[in-house]
Each structure stands twice: as C-alpha cells, then as structure tokens.
C-alpha cells in the first residue's frame, strides 16, 4: 500500500482504529492520528484533522521520502504496526491506547514506538491540539518535553532519542 492523501484529506479505508476501551484514536496510513477523542468518545477531540483538514489537530510520526506501508495488528491486540519502507530503509512504528493489567488508568495514554529496520528512515513529527479545543500548546520545561492544557484536558509529549549502534562509543 502506498498512502496518499487528495489534499488534506486521506481515504477512510487508509484508517486504522486503536483503543482502549474507552475511546478510540485513528491512524492514518501515511502515520497521522487525525482523530483522538479523550478521555472518552463522546469528548471533544484532542485531535481532529478527520473533520478539520489541514487546520485539524494531528499527531503524525511520517517518513519524509515516498513510503509503502505493511499494517497489522498484533496477534489477539488492539496494538498496530505500521512498516514504512522508503528508498534509504524499513522502520517500523508501533501505536497503542495504554492501559493497566488491573484496568483503566486515571488518564488517558497514546503510545507510538519506532524501531529501525533495515538501513536509515528519515521521519517528520508533528503535534498539533484539535481546533475545537481552542488552546494553543504551551512549552515548559526540557525543550524534549511539551505540554498543552486545551480547558480541562492536558496534554504531554515526552521522548528519547536513541543513537544508531553504528554511532554509539562515538
């Protein structure tokens, strides 16, 4: 599968949905959550991009070049990978709703890992809250940690890079 979009819009058969029992956020093909209700579904969403276009709130891990793409699921899971194969390598990105093994959390936890392949795989991240929460993102903190507080609802971005083996002891 190649995903494309016609303008701001993706096809919805390009979807895939992850949840955790209690709201439901949708995957893009090209690697875009366009619509994340939270902290249920009848909530306003925290991204919106399904119904906004290009002025909606997103949150897209994309390979910069060109990709095909392989989805599944993970046997007996909600849990959805997305193989990005480009010109320069194969990466593969991994999206789930959280949850405890004794049940829901107090929040609400979205999830993307991505591990390298094959060769190197440039991506483009970007996060951006939904129109109809009517807040812009507010940054504290370590320049690698963001958080956004849209009315009652909050939200946070946390990550690590890691180096290619090849650069570690460098």
Known sequence: MSPGRDGDWLPLDQYAAVGDGRSVALVGADGSIDWWCVPNLDSAPFFDRLLAGGDGGRFSIAPAGPPTLERRYRPG??????????????????????????????????????????????????????????????????PARRRGAPGRHRGGLAHQRRRRAADRGR
């Open 77 to 142: 899971s909600n849990v959805l990978e997305q193989v990005f194969t480009t010109a320069t390598g194969r990466a593969r990105v991994t999206y789930s709703l959280n949850s405890s093994p004794s049940g829901r959390l107090p929040w609400s936890e979205l999830a993307h890992r991505v591990e390298g392949l094959e060769g190197a795989v440039e991506f483009n991240v970007k996060v951006r809250s939904g129109r109809r929460l009517r807040s812009q993102p507010v940054a504290r903190g370590q």
